[in-house]
Nanobody
């Protein structure tokens, strides 16, 4: 198992900002892609963003482009998701995941190898 631990969720008003962090291990931060997914009540888990090895590639779902930024600090084995201009429809449990592939592409959840426990993000209107 590769432990991934998310933090930084919470409650924010629409238009506000939140930053999520995901602490991994040296293994996941060697050549792996790190991704963020989210799952709202009654909905399937969906891709949000991913960042490849050494930050050389990033990809976002259309609905968060220009508002969310994914980044990684390989020295500290941490990946971040900065979320700005939040909307009520961004409300979900956000999950960090690791993919044993160095290039970030938009993949399905089943293509990722390891997952964190999730952190709740709630955006009030």
């Amino acid at each position: 198992q590769v432990p991934l631990v998310e933090s930084g969720g919470g409650l924010v008003q629409a238009g506000g900002s939140l930053g999520l962090s995901c602490a991994g291990s040296e293994r996941t931060f060697s050549t792996w892609t790190m991704g963020w997914f989210r799952q709202a009540p009654g909905k399937e888990r969906e891709f949000v963003a991913a960042i490849g090895w050494k930050g050389g590639s990033t990809v976002y779902r259309d609905s968060v482009k220009g508002r969310f930024t994914i980044s990684r600090d390989d020295h500290n084995h941490t990946v971040y998701l900065q979320m700005n201009s939040l909307k009520p429809e961004d409300t979900a449990v956000y999950y960090c995941a690791a993919d044993d592939w160095p290039i970030a592409t938009m993949k399905a959840p089943e293509d990722y190898d390891y997952w964190g426990q999730g952190t709740q993000v709630t955006v009030s209107s």
